[in-house]
């Protein structure tokens, strides 16, 4: 979905054509960029509202409320104009992985440092991308920011599939 028009876009549709975007940029480069913080075996962020990979579906849905959209395995919440999660679910229904969209002018957002232990790798135009693996805690965690005046931060967890 992308926008052709003269009007601004909605932030729906900026929404699911940059996660759209991100998934794409994530599982390209799962096997290219996928790096470890020395030392580290625990992550520092693990979770969102309470919902972490592993959690059960119904049980997702309850800590997190009724999604906008919702699937057999995956469901997009919007919290308000600046911030919307998708959950993805796997077959034995459980979260596969958490993706937290935070727009312009959103608040409350965590600092690399906190999701990752470290800085992203930043490139030029001011985007930035980093993925540390937790191998012993089953999962992945990465941060993206978008370039340009207005970026979006999309902070994704996601299980280590083997």
């Known amino acids: 979905m992308s926008c052709v028009s003269l009007r601004p876009c909605s932030n729906r549709a900026k929404l699911t054509v940059l996660f759209a975007a991100a998934v794409f940029s994530v599982t390209a480069s799962v096997n290219s960029n996928a790096q470890r913080t020395k030392g580290a075996d625990e992550p520092l962020f ?22 906008r959209d919702k699937a057999e395995d995956l469901d997009l919440y919007v919290f308000n104009d600046t911030q919307a999660v998708q959950v993805y679910y796997d077959k034995s229904k459980t ?3 958490i993706s937290i969209d935070y727009l312009s002018g959103a608040t409350g957002i965590p600092e690399p440092k906190d999701v ?12 930035a991308y ?6 012993k ?23 280590i599939e083997h």
């Open 46 to 67: 693990s979770e969102f509202k309470g919902v972490r990979i592993g959690t059960p579906t119904d049980e997702a849905r309850k800590k997190l409320g009724s999604p």
């Open 130 to 135: 980093k993925m540390v693996r937790y191998p």
């Open 116 to 127: 990752l232990g470290t800085e992203p790798d930043s490139k030029p135009d001011g985007s």
């Open 137 to 159: 805690a089953g999962f992945w965690v990465s941060y993206s920011r978008t370039a340009g005046n207005s970026p979006t931060i999309t902070i994704t967890m996601q299980k």
């Open 95 to 97: 979260v596969q992985a």
